[in-house]
Each structure stands twice: as C-alpha cells, then as structure tokens.
C-alpha cells in the first residue's frame, strides 16, 4: 500500500464521484478506478458501493477514511518537520526588514537568538514592503516585517504593532510657537511626503489622511527614505508627517507638534511561510508577544 492510494481512495471518498476524483488527482478515471480495487484487494474487505447512479462508502470504507487521512496528516508533517530540519542545519536566516523594525524589534529579537542559536548566520535585507513579501515567495528571505500584510494564502502574518503619525516642522516657524495645532494649518503649508514606489504604505495613509479631512497642502518633495523626511525638515523646506519611532532622530532644529484633532496610525507586521515556520521563527514570535503584548492571531 502506497500513499498515492490513500490519496486516491480519499478523493473518491470525498467526491463520491469518481469522474470528480479522477479530474482532482490530476488522473484518468480508468487508472482510478484500478488503483482502488488494488487498495480493496490489498485490504481485504470493500471500501465502497458503486453503482450507475452513486458511490457509497461502506461501513468499513467509513472507518479506513478516518485512518487514511490521519496517516496523509502524518506524511505531510513528516515532510514539513524534515524541511525544517533541512533549513535549520543549513544554519541561515534570512531577514528581511523597514527601518522601524530595525530601531523597534531587533534589539529584543537579537539577543534571544544569538542565545539559543549561536551558530546561526543571519544575514538582513533592507528592502521595501514589496521587493520583501516577493523575496519571501521567492524563499529568498525566511521572515518579513513590512508596513502591510501579505496577500497570499501559503503565507502566514501576524501585525506587531501599530504607531500614531507625528507632526514634524522646523524649530522656528511660526507654528512652533503654539502649544497644539489644528490640521487646518495644514492646507496650502508645504509638505515633505514620503515617496509611493519607497513607502507604499504609508504614502496611502497619509494621502486617504488629507483627502478624507479635505487637506489641500503643497507638496514640494516626495521622500524615498525616511532620513530624508528629517533632514528636509531641519533644512526648513517644510513640514512632514513619520511615523513616532523617527522622533529620537530628530535633531534640534525639528520640533513635533501635538495637533488637536488625531492623526493617522500605521503599523507593522511579520509574514513567514506556514510550512517554513521552523524553531528561529517560533521564536521570533514568542519575543515579539512577550514584548509587545499582543494576541497574535494570524490576518
């Protein structure tokens, strides 16, 4: 008895139509049809009822369906188990990250695994959220922390946190001076916006943020990296909108500003394949519930 004829006898089980079962096993049904009575024979009794008009399980057909798809269950997680072991003895992770995963997540991920794995290289990729969850597919990098989760049914996410958006302006414009501001300052104001292709995500928050509040600011530069948000600020070229972990980088010619009404939030997240979800991974995610506090039930 062959696994190929748990499968088959499973998809006719299921099916109850071996037309159906044939076209899902990818098979023609005479072939089925053969591997079937090869499985009854070997098993000695008769699985199933055929007839012109339907296909029946027997009684003892019901019982060996339970068993056969537990053994499937087995032989699938046999090959998951020793694909993890495979990847592990290769002893690499690959990571890939946005800047705040860098400032936010790897000082308490870092040690951990340095701990229990130290013979373990772990290369970082500093990609966009995009060129990230491509190279995840790819199996190019193991785990991913991007702006946005992924879309993809074979890969699993989970969101760390989530950060309000700061108002940043130089120290001395006139705005400075007052203690909160409204967002209706914002229109006609000049404003650094972080680039689309380099920041997808947080280039739409922000762009839902000022068309929802009706917000007509003047763009005078679109940002490829957050750096440069910061940098254009202190230059007095305008004002900006980063995220909150940017704020311990900002120098003394940059204040933030709290605005009376609420700004936008954006968050963070890490996606990993479900079959590649080996023990650097799980503990990845045990650091990053202990740490943030979080129920992380998969998106």
Same mark, same amino acid.
């Given at each position: 008895m062959e696994l190929r004829h748990l499968r088959y006898f499973v998809a006719v089980a299921e099916e109850l139509n071996f037309t159906k079962a044939a076209q899902r096993m990818c098979t023609v049904q005479p072939s089925l049809?053969? #591997? +079937?009575?090869? =499985?009854?024979? %070997?098993?000695g009794v008769q699985l199933?009822?055929?007839?012109?008009?339907?296909?029946?399980?027997t009684e003892e057909g019901?019982?060996?369906?339970k068993e056969a798809r537990l053994s499937l269950e087995h032989?699938?997680?046999?090959?998951?188990?020793?694909? #993890? +072991?495979?990847? =592990?003895?290769? %002893?690499?992770?690959n990571i890939g990250f946005v800047p705040v995963a860098e400032m936010k997540v790897f000082p308490y991920i870092m040690p951990n695994i340095r701990a229990k794995f130290p013979e373990l290289k772990i290369h970082f990729h500093s990609l966009t959220d995009s060129d990230q969850l491509k190279a995840l597919q790819r199996g190019e990098i193991d785990i991913a922390f991007t702006r946005y989760p992924a879309d993809s049914a074979?890969?699993?996410?989970?969101?760390?946190?989530?950060?309000?958006?700061?108002?940043?302006m130089p120290k001395d414009c006139s705005a400075a001076q007052q203690r909160h501001i409204s967002i209706k300052t914002f229109n006609q104001q000049d404003f650094i916006v972080s680039d689309e292709h380099s920041s997808p995500e947080l280039y739409r928050i922000i762009q839902g943020f000022f068309k929802q509040s009706k917000l007509d600011v003047n763009v005078v530069q679109y940002s490829t990296n957050i750096l440069l948000n910061v940098n254009l600020v202190g230059?007095?070229?305008?004002?900006?909108?980063?995220?909150?972990?940017?704020?311990?980088?900002?120098?003394?010619?940059?204040v933030v500003?709290?605005?009376?009404?609420?700004?936008?939030?954006?968050?963070?997240?890490?996606?990993?394949h479900k079959e590649k979800r080996n023990e650097a991974i799980e503990l990845i995610l045990k650091v990053l519930r202990e740490q943030f506090y979080m129920d992380f039930s998969p998106l």
């Open positions: 049809s053969q #591997q +079937i009575k090869d =499985l009854e024979h %070997e098993v199933l009822i055929r007839s012109n008009r339907k296909v029946e399980l019901k019982a060996f369906l032989a699938e997680k046999a090959v998951i188990d020793a694909r #993890q +072991i495979a990847q =592990l003895n290769k %002893e690499q992770l074979d890969i699993e996410t989970i969101q760390v946190f989530t950060e309000p958006l700061a108002l940043i230059m007095g070229v305008g004002w900006s909108l980063v995220p909150s972990y940017v704020i311990p980088l900002l120098g003394d010619k940059i500003k709290s605005t009376i009404e609420p700004l936008p939030m954006i968050g963070l997240y890490a996606s990993y």
